[in-house]
């Protein structure tokens, strides 16, 4: 904070287990990536190197350097696993993370089925030297899951080894656990915390309503992830209620609703 104002919530501090920021880079290059960490570092926990980017993108082993210095784990999209994963070739997947000096990976198979126990034998093997997280919801719209297997699935894969379980949304926010117009599926979400903990969850949360929607629901802290390398410091602004969408959020009532009848122009 720059300077000090009253009324704003708590917010947690790196190393942290919840309030987590996952960023999606999709192909920054490294002085975009500097640019990125000269303010964001602070803010940001998680890098994800979007889907298979990490296999095209010049100076990759440099970058991820960068990002790791600076504080940040880095890790490949769980569709780079996967295409690994389909050609039996997991080995050579773990050799290119480790030559990229990447310690922490996503078992996921939302482009793919993978059997659930084998999924969980791969997260309980690879855990023991990485920090794993592991996806669950598929990047197809046409294919629907049941709370109660979301559920089973979170719990079994958390309990194999995993620090945290993604709840699937892509990059374009209209699968998993929201409805093809971008909307929350609030009956889903709140079922999948009925037998989850929320700190356990990060909620891909790649569009502003989505953002203000977890923040209403769940507080400052709720773990969020593909956020855009630009959207940082809007979301920081949200979480602390210093943007229109939460503003009053964490005001006193009697504060906030005399603000509010100021405001309302049929108040007069």
């Not at 996967?82 to 050609?87: L, W």
């Not at 909620?203 to 502003?208: D, G, L, S, T, Y």
């Not at 210093?242 to 009697?254: A, I, N, S, V």
Request: contains cysteine.
């Amino acid at each position: 904070m720059n300077t000090k104002i009253s009324h704003l919530p708590k917010r947690t501090t790196k190393p942290r287990e919840n309030g987590l920021n996952m960023v999606m880079d999709k192909g920054l290059s490294l002085r975009q990536a500097e640019d990125f960490i000269e303010i964001n570092s602070e803010r940001t926990d998680l890098l994800k190197l979007g889907f298979g980017t990490s296999l095209i993108t010049p100076n990759i082993k440099e970058k991820v350097k960068l990002y790791r210095d600076a504080g940040i784990d880095v890790y490949c999209g769980g569709t780079l696993f996967e295409a690994f994963y389909i050609r039996n070739s997991v080995d050579d997947y773990l050799r290119f993370i480790d030559d990229l000096g990447i310690e922490c990976l996503e078992v996921s198979d939302g482009s793919m089925v993978i059997n659930e126990d084998d999924k969980c034998e791969m997260i309980r093997t690879l855990s023991a030297n990485y920090k794993v997280l592991s996806e669950v919801g598929s990047k197809e719209a046409g294919i629907l899951i049941s709370p109660s297997k979301w559920t089973s699935m979170m719990s079994q894969e958390l309990e194999a080894g995993s620090w945290k379980v993604i709840a699937e949304a892509r990059e374009s926010g209209n699968v998993g656990i929201y409805r093809p117009n971008g909307s929350a599926h609030t009956a889903l979400i709140r079922k999948i915390l009925t037998k989850v903990s929320l700190e356990d969850i990060l909620w891909e949360a790649p569009k502003k309503p989505q953002q203000v929607w977890f923040i209403q629901q769940f507080g400052a802290n709720v773990n969020l992830g593909n956020i855009g390398p630009w959207d940082v410091i809007p979301l920081e602004t949200l979480r602390l209620g210093l943007r229109g969408d939460t503003f009053f959020d964490h005001l006193p009532e009697k504060l906030a609703t005399g603000l509010r009848q100021e405001v309302d122009p049929e108040s007069e």
